[in-house]
């Protein structure tokens, strides 16, 4: 894919966030030089999947570097934030994590990059936000997207004891996904205009527009809780999950239900349920919830998933499985799209990557692996003008890996 051929990003970040929207931007055609602490590296590298530990594809941290060039510089250092300085005056985007108390400490904050770049556009991601008291207080997606913006309260039933914990980098994918389109309507901004565009993103502001409904309905009804009804009390039955036969679920989205309903029960073979006055339209139905619920609930246990899959194929309304993510692989529509693409990792290792969503003349992006380590050291040092001598002082003093 090549809609950002010719962009050059200088990534400063860490974990998975803002290196996500650097992901997406190898993605739509971008060169993405990753610097990454040469002794340490980006710790993501070191990130498990709880139980399965043990595996040797590291595929936490493959998803938001993958497309990338990695450097190992101590930007710390004299040398090493010198090679950034001239890294950046070379690139049109500078995306970073880091806190501005860090960026202040190590001379990378906009002005000190805008001198070198003055067009820059200088991207930040952060827990909270660029202002306000906890500017410069940590953040990751299970604290300031998830717990913070009210989606963990929001999504958990009053029926369980603990508050429902979210998948891995949920909202680190989100965020990264949208930073990665402020920072290309910014570079269409500096080609209208000209000069330095600052672009800032943060988790607690993805979590705050994912739940942007409830929260706004929450304060026009007083603070109301609006998370979902217990499944009898929903006033439209035709807008919810319904459990197989061999315990596998059905999701109905037939929001509109008196354009579904007489269709629905004629492929739940309950055509006694089309002229019950209890369910005539969707009024009766509302106030009749429970009663609903129950007569579909009966309806779906009757027969397995598969014999289901089979049977709603012509129904006219809104349905799918509740699926898996081994299944999603597999999905005809997955597989028709390009939404998940096979990629090798630098040990050979074959792994399924799901690439950024969007897609630019029918096409989604082919995906790259993410590099090792400091893997483009030397080479992006040469491209820069550096001598094999300075390179190799470099790698002596410790500011290049």
Excluded at 34 to 53: N, W
Aim: with cysteine; hydrophobic share 40%.
């Amino acid at each position: 894919m090549t809609v950002m051929a010719g962009i050059r990003v200088l990534e400063v970040a860490s974990w998975t966030f803002v290196p996500a929207a650097g992901a997406v931007l190898a993605d739509w055609g971008a060169q993405v030089i990753k610097v990454e602490h040469p002794g340490r590296g980006d710790p993501q590298r070191a990130l498990t999947y709880g139980r399965h530990a043990a595996t040797p594809v590291r595929f936490m941290a493959e998803t938001p570097n993958r497309g990338k060039r990695s450097i190992g510089l101590d930007i710390s250092t004299p040398g090493g934030r010198e090679i950034l300085y001239r890294l950046a005056a070379s690139c049109d985007v500078f995306l970073t994590n880091f806190l501005p108390s860090a960026r202040a400490r190590l001379k990378i904050d906009v002005e000190d990059i805008r001198q070198h770049r003055p067009d820059v556009v200088y991207a930040r991601g952060s827990g909270q936000g660029p202002t306000g008291p906890e500017a410069d207080a940590p953040g990751f997606d299970g604290t300031s997207y998830w717990a913070r913006s009210g989606l963990a309260h929001s999504l958990t039933p009053d029926t369980l004891e603990e508050s429902l914990q979210a998948t891995p980098a949920l909202g680190d994918l989100q965020a990264g996904l949208a930073l990665a389109g402020g920072i290309g309507t910014a570079l269409f901004q500096r080609s209208r205009s000209g000069g330095s565009v600052e672009v800032d993103m943060s988790l607690l502001g993805a979590g705050l527009w994912a739940l942007g409904s409830s929260i706004s309905g929450s304060g026009v009804l007083g603070g109301a809780d609006l998370r979902p009804v217990p499944r009898a009390e929903n006033r439209n039955p035709l807008s919810l999950a319904y459990a197989t036969k061999d315990r596998r679920y059905v999701k109905l989205s037939m929001l509109e239900s008196d354009r579904y309903w007489a269709d629905l029960c004629q492929h739940l073979d309950a055509p006694e349920l089309i002229d019950d006055s209890r369910f005539a339209d969707s009024a009766a139905r509302g106030e009749n919830s429970a009663a609903c619920v129950a007569c579909l609930d009966d309806a779906f246990a009757r027969r397995s998933l598969a014999e289901w899959v089979e049977r709603l194929r012509t129904v006219r309304g809104p349905w799918a499985v509740v699926q898996t993510p081994a299944e999603v692989l597999d999905d005809p529509q997955v597989v028709a799209n390009g939404y998940v693409r096979t990629v090798h990792d630098a040990d050979g290792h074959e792994l399924p990557l799901v690439a950024s969503p969007l897609q630019f003349d029918n096409r989604s992006p082919e995906l790259e692996r993410a590099p090792r380590h400091g893997e483009h050291t030397d080479e992006v040092l040469l491209e820069l003008g550096l001598s094999w001598d300075e390179i190799i002082n470099g790698k002596i003093d410790g500011s290049v890996m």
